[in-house]
């Protein structure tokens, strides 16, 4: 599902200038009139057939009918209020066909099927993200005075235009639906605002896969219909040919044409070119004309009635999924080629499989609109939506679930009828799975420091320092390898500091004492430059860990990119080396490229062994002295400094077109690569560089340098001899020109020496000839080379480099783009829309009164930004713990503990020490980067001031301070009160500064001290009332998760099945989760019905009787709020 917000500058703006471009768009030539739906339309006198009036007067945030809003007002428009926003739900491309091949009645039932999915998806959306927002961040226009900041309200439901199109802006089949959505709603206080848009974005995701998932299901039980493998959490239609789909695909290529005409990319780009393409549909032809061409295409490539009726007769109508069945996907390896097999399990190993495999594979925290996606898809078909909220309740209570963070503390409430009610959708968890990973790596990191491991003679490591050509750098990080004795051993080599040269040294010393050495790496193109460089002879990781290698206790084990390795394959070789007792060397540089799976295992491993950690500090491949500094700025952090410097050396080149700054960067390319200079040409983004790829092979077919007149297409790339390509897969099945059989790598690189239909033959950069069978050519994994992401050159040395365009970059990869050349890196930007800048949301109608940015803010603001990735354990290092109290220890006794912990800290005397460390982090975070000059913030104001003068013996700076409105003041101030707002890079603190900030650390540590034998006195440790409150609340959350998941006959019976409107479902909701908080505080036994049996207790006898008549009240409201009954909408 694609979004697209609305933008308009006033409403006489809008009206003049995109009114009747709307009406011509949604209600376009031969299409069926929109229909009005969402729950909230009704409120505006709204249903059935749109009119345009009415239509625009709703995007205008008017009542229909009237010049006043549906609040009695007048309109305050402003510049940038969004009107709405336009929700597009697209079949895959199979069904389009099936539709657009299939006679009348199969056309109903698949636009039936299609818009009861719609339906239902858009009922969940009502229900997780129609919001609308009360109160203000504004201190002066605050009603209340102690009341400050905005909080959601739940919205009675969404005023939205439904319109269903069936054909592409170039006449090819493509079944989609735009829903318009006001940005107006009805709060439950009677109010009209704007929605919360925020919630529309968060829930974008899961409702698109939500809508795929109904469709599979309607149309596998209308029409029997079977499916493909997923792929991006959709399928094709079984068993309808790939040429056919590429046939009726002209629409994804005149978007790709335009691209490559105007120069440029990226996803904002692309919605851009969606709109500048559109074609009127006033111009297609007549449907039916439409109907009769598509059947004589699909009859000339062999697919027509008769096909399309065995498709259908061949499928079994599916029935609703009933039943538990949990299959999971396996991969297995045999003779080096890898299948898919299936099987079926328990709901346990599910869950754990589908947490490990695709929800924490590349980042280790999730959300439950997350988890409501991978689930979704990992279902079988014939699963309603409301099975699959099931299902993730059911996975939230278990314990293969984590909560991360203490979310009851800072959990944000939703005003919803009669109550407030917690927010868990911005929750986070992850994989017990995971954790469990994390734990015993870090264990093992701790263990393997001083084991003894791998320690050589020193005077053979100072002999075989003496004799190479190490620096003293890499001599010292040798002579720290070889003799500090750690099983894990971790060596950060910065960019171009020589770490293959220096582990070439490392391998010959453990070779010379009979160890051998192999080498691992995250790719293969890693693992050949590992052999290549330091003639170690080296594997992938996925390949040494399926194929279960064996090493022994004289093995030592390099990693190399250890950075970019995920925790759970680094975890696995730890584990294996303090089995086996063999050394592990992890070898990377956490500033450069980080980890594509869940990472930080590396970053864990560095702050484990501290300053035994060995690192590479002369940076040996830029020429230029100012340019290694600007680098060393740059890794630090110093993104301004380290840009400026590249712009006054002359590096930037900047235009105001995207077409024209290609052009720029393809003609310096052209121009470098003729003078001999190896040159890299670099982008951000896969979508970027496939541009440039196709402007520089023109550009040297124009120039007489690339003969295309033999070319040969294949996936849709075409190739002849000369052509630079890259390969994007590893495979160990083609050969040498020789007849040798020969396993290729992902990144290898080559020159096409001849390329036929059955075959192509690349001379690679070892000389040797490879020959690519068709099968592999077919697949899409050879690309042009001319250009490059920056994922593929870590590591890669090259004379020049040209980065093209801030997109796609984040402060590590822009290290690694800027640390490729000896001689010249240049930069090239260029001034883009502001609606194509950091806007996730475009729209494609932009404004007079939206500003362009600036290349260079943007840039730096991209930049700025760090991908770097940390270990679930060190965000939240008692999750495991509390995770395990809460699925061991009863709630009732969980609440005993704590409240023992808590009447301890605040009985036994002493001061709490967590202010006093909270002001020593806060004083050594401003102190860090502290400088006469800088902007500092007062933490207990808004005040803004500059730095004039610092006082390390007191710990204190002088501030001045000056408002908007010219007052001014100056004071001194601690600074543990300060945050300083300019932090490029961390100041060279002087002596009497660290003293003072030890004297800080001294006395917090001792009041710390103090306070842990205090608690001791009562049998309580520091932290455990924290401890205990959180793993209380978590057996709350699980116990009411499990409640939603299991609805037994009791709760339907007294609350009914879950309402499909937002306010009747928030109550629900809420119901559920105080009944299940009940029954989990008094050990109600899950074969007992309802709140238990009456208590003897006094106490809890009044408790219980309250709830009875809170449930009561709650259940007379929701029979006095019935869920409307949605009508299915007619066949069109």
Known sequence: MSLWKLRVGAESYYLAQIASGLDEYYTGAGEAPGQWSGSGAAALG?????????????????????????????????????????????????????????????????????EAALCESMAWLEREACFVRRGTNNRKARVDPAEFGTRRMVAEGF????????????????????VLVANAARGIDGRWTALDGTALYKAQRPVGVLFQVAMRR?????????????????????????????????RADQIAEWLDVTGQSGSGASKTAALETRTSKQLL?????????????????????????????????????????????????????????????????????????????KSGTFTRFDLTQAVASALPVGTPIGEVERVVARAL?????????????????????????????????????????????????????????????????????????LGDDQAAAVLGITSAGDRVAVMIGRAGTGKTHTLGTVRSIYEAAGWDVIGLAPSARAARELADGAGIESTTLARHLVEQRTITATTLVVVDEAGMAGTRELAAIVDQATTTGAKVLLVGDDRQLPEVAHGGAFRAAQATLGDRVVELTVNRRQRHEWERQALDQLRAGNVAAAFAAYCDHGRVVLADDPADIHGIALADWLDTRATGAEVLMLAGLRSEVRLLNRHARTLLTDQGLLDTTGEVEFAGRKYTTGDEVVLRRNHPHQHLTTGERFAVDNGMRGVVTSVSGDH?????????????????????????AYANTIHTVQGATADDVMLVGPSGLYLESAYVALSRARERTRIYLTVIQAAEINEAHRTGIPLPTEPERDPVDELLARINRSAAKDLVTVDDPHADHIAMFATTVPAPELWARARHAATAEQTCGADHPGPLRADLDTAIECRTYLAEGRRVRAIDRDNVGHVMTIDDTAGTCLVHFESTDGRTATRTLDWSELVVIDHPEPVDLTPTALANLATRRAAVETAEQAWAETLAEHGVVPGDADLYRRAAHTALDHAAHQLRADQPEWLTTWLGHRPTTPAAAAVWDDAVTQIAHHRALHNIPATEPGLGHHPDNPEQAQGRQALMMRLLEDRLWLADHPTPTTPPLAHR
């Open 46 to 114: 709204l249903s059935g057939q749109v009119e345009g009036d009415d239509l625009r007067a709703v995007l205008a945030g008017l009542a229909p009918g009237t010049a006043l809003t549906p609040n009695g007002t007048t309109l305050a428009s402003h510049a940038r209020r969004v009107p709405g926003f336009d929700l597009t739900f697209s079949v895959p491309k199979s069904v389009s066909v099936l539709w657009a091949l299939g006679d009348p009645i199969v056309q109903a039932e698949v636009v039936a099927a299609c």
């Open 760 to 784: 192509m033959t690349l001379r690679i950069t070892t000389g040797e000839e490879v020959v690519l069978e068709r099968s592999y050519l077919e697949r899409g994994w050879v690309d042009h």
């Open 397 to 469: 209570g278990s314990s293969a679930v984590v909560q991360i963070g203490d979310h009851w503390s800072d959990r944000p409430l939703v005003d919803a009828p009669g109550r407030s009610v917690a927010d868990d959708r911005e929750v986070l968890y992850t994989a017990q799975s995971l954790l469990t990973v994390e734990r015993k790596l870090l264990n093992q990191l701790a263990d393997s420091v001083g084991t003894g491991t791998g320690i050589m003679p020193i005077d053979v490591v100072a002999a075989a320092t003496a004799t190479s050509t």
């Open 285 to 361: 032809a007549d449907f039916a004309v439409l109907e009769v061409e598509w059947r004589e295409r699909a009859e000339a490539l062999g697919w027509g009635p008769v096909q399309l009726d065995a498709l259908l007769a061949s499928g079994t109508t599916a029935d609703a999924a009933g039943g538990e069945r949990w299959t999971i996907q396996e991969r297995v390896w045999r003779a080096g080629e890898s299948t898919v097999v299936e099987r079926e399990v328990g709901f346990e190993e599910w869950i754990d499989w589908l947490l490990t495999e695709r929800v924490t594979e």
């Open 159 to 178: 005023v939205a235009a439904q319109f269903p199109h069936r054909t592409s802006r170039m006449g090819d089949p493509h079944l989609h639906w735009h």
């Open 218 to 250: 309607e149309l596998s039980q209308r029409l029997g219909i079977e499916w493909g493998p997923m792929h991006n959490d959709s399928a094709e239609i079984a068993g309808m040919p790939g040429r056919l789909l590429r046939e009726f695909s002209q």
